[in-house]
């Protein structure tokens, strides 16, 4: 999606949040506009990424280190048996399964350590960073 505009077909996407007067049409060119950053990909950082996706914000940053293993598929709703199995990692298996979610938006996914020296990097030039670690 476009910054600063909001198109038809967005328009009927985010219609109940265009709706609600707090967010508005400005609120949600907002959105669109805003880049996130969300640092752990388990339970909370699913839920998160998942919501910020659904709500239309213009580009996520995924981070995590980990791989899908079985003994996340009972508290991470994104993975399930196909992930743990083929040992994808969260940020790459997240990215994907938003992207059904909503096409509009723009996923990165970065699998990687967060580290005092890479930390600047990595949230440079988002409007908020996500700890779900």
Do not use: W
Not at 24 to 33: D, K, S
Request: glycine letters at 6%.
């Amino acid at each position: 999606m476009k910054k600063n505009t909001l198109n038809t077909k967005a328009k009927t996407r985010y219609a109940k949040q265009i709706l609600f007067r707090p967010i508005g049409h400005r609120g949600q060119r907002a959105l669109a506009a805003s880049k996130v950053t969300i640092i752990g990909l388990g339970a909370l950082g699913t839920v998160s990424s998942n919501q910020l996706c659904r709500a239309g914000i213009g580009h996520l940053k995924l981070v995590d280190r980990d791989y899908v293993e079985y003994s996340n598929l009972q508290r991470q709703i994104f993975f399930d048996e196909k992930d743990a199995l083929e040992f994808i990692p969260k940020a790459i298996s997240a990215a994907a399964k938003l992207s059904f979610a909503n096409s509009e938006i723009e996923i990165e996914s970065l699998v990687d350590d967060i580290s005092p020296r890479s930390i600047e990097n990595i949230i440079a030039g988002n409007s908020l960073v996500v700890d779900a670690t």
